[in-house]
């Protein structure tokens, strides 16, 4: 059964061809709403170093003209909206045609921009599927990279100061935050923390991509979009306040990333997939429950509020 409430301190591959190109084009974790509004929560408790360091990265994007688009005009303002749009920025690329998909066995690279230390879209950055034998089926591990991997290399790399103080390493900072920005929000969505094996499913379910819901187009993303669809400042900011009011921050700024995985793990077993071991299907989808509706809403409420207050926490380690 679904809870109800989350409490901080204790919750936190697919083989084929066909199953990688299905996980790299509708996964997104939370949708550009859950993102923002992760972000929002952020921002707001940055240190005025930890922002300022923030902010002068994010202007040496390469893409932050894109970054300013719909910004206010006031300086605090425009540098908040380029943070906001950050977050989103690594899955926007999914779809740019300026990047590539380094997935595909026959992926063939496009010309390299300036400002980018590749063209990559860098879909296996987004997860990390621990795997969930439920019934007794083999499980298989999780490939490298993954979203474990890359938030630590992110992480070292944001924090080391003399590469900061090169022009080449500022360069490459500038590239890194809008992905630390995304993978922390990533890793507290709980279905890209998990994986699950069934004897009907022996390849894994992609993080509920195979697992077909209503409403919703499968489980996947149904919990990417339980912030909701408007991703407007005024939409962002009522829910980031009633988020960070209905699940204060309580001291819990863990910035352990294996911590983050192993709390999304819990809540998948726990709480997303307790309809049981039905796989749904396009014609025959699970019929997901009010019930389960609501508690899955508590649960992505208080999930995308802490991602918030960790992201602040990391960043304000990193950019001393």
Known sequence: MLTSKLRFRRLGQVASGIAVLFLAAPASAWNATGHRAIAAIAYARLTPAARAKADEFLKNHPDYGMFLTGAPADPEGRARAVFLAAAVWPDTIKGDPRFYDDLRK???PTPLLPGFPDMARHMNWHYYDVPYSADGTPPKEAGVPNALSEIRRLMRE???SSLRATPAGATQLSYDLPWIEHIIGDLHQPLHCVSRFLRSQP????GGNFVFVSPGENLHAFWDDLAGA???DVYIMRYASEAVAAHPAAGDLEQNPQ??????FEIAKTDVYAFGLDTGSREAPIRLSERYQAGAKSIAQARIALAGYRLAAVLNA???
């Open 318 to 320: 990193l950019l001393q």
């Open 203 to 206: 390849n894994g379910d992609a």
């Open 106 to 108: 026959d992926a063939q």
């Open 230 to 232: 408007d991703s407007s």
């Open 259 to 264: 911590v983050w995985i192993n709390e999304g």
């Open 158 to 160: 944001t924090g080391d």
